[in-house]
C-alpha cells in the first residue's frame, strides 16, 4: 500500500518537475532566459488558502502532523518550538528556496499561502512568534 507520504512527495517532484520543464521551454533562439523567481506569486497549484490546511497537506508528510519532524531515509527538522522560526523572514525563505534536502515548496505557492503556511508554523507546535509575516514581505523575499 502507497503511503499518504510517498503520494505527497511524488506530487511535488512531479511538479518541480514541471517547473524545469517550463523553464527549459522558455529558451529562445538566442540563449536562455533567466527564470522569474515571482513567477507564482500571483499563482497557486495547491487549493489550500490558510495555513493550517497548507501544512497539513504540503508540510505534514515530512515535519509531520504533529511538526515534529523525523529521521530516517533523510533528515526532516523539528518545528517544535524552534528558535529558528522567530525571525519570520528565515522560514519564508526556506519555504521559497528551499535549503539542504528540502524543496522550493513556496515556488508553488502565492506569496499569501507562504505567509499563511509561515504564520501557522510560528504559532504553533509549542512556537509562541507574535510577529506575523505579510504577503507583501514574503514577495519582496520572492
Known sequence: ???????????????ALGGIAASAAAQTSSGPVAADATVFSSQSRFGEQDGASLYANVCAACHM???KGARGAGFYPSLEKSERLAASGYPAYVVLKGMNGMPAVGS???DEQVAEVVNYVR???GNTYTDPITAEEVKAIR
Open 1 to 15: 500500500m502507497i503511503s499518504r507520504q510517498t503520494i505527497v512527495l511524488g506530487v511535488a517532484a512531479l511538479a
Open 65 to 67: 502532523p504533529d511538526g
Open 108 to 110: 508553488m505557492m502565492s
Open 123 to 125: 504559532t504553533n507546535f
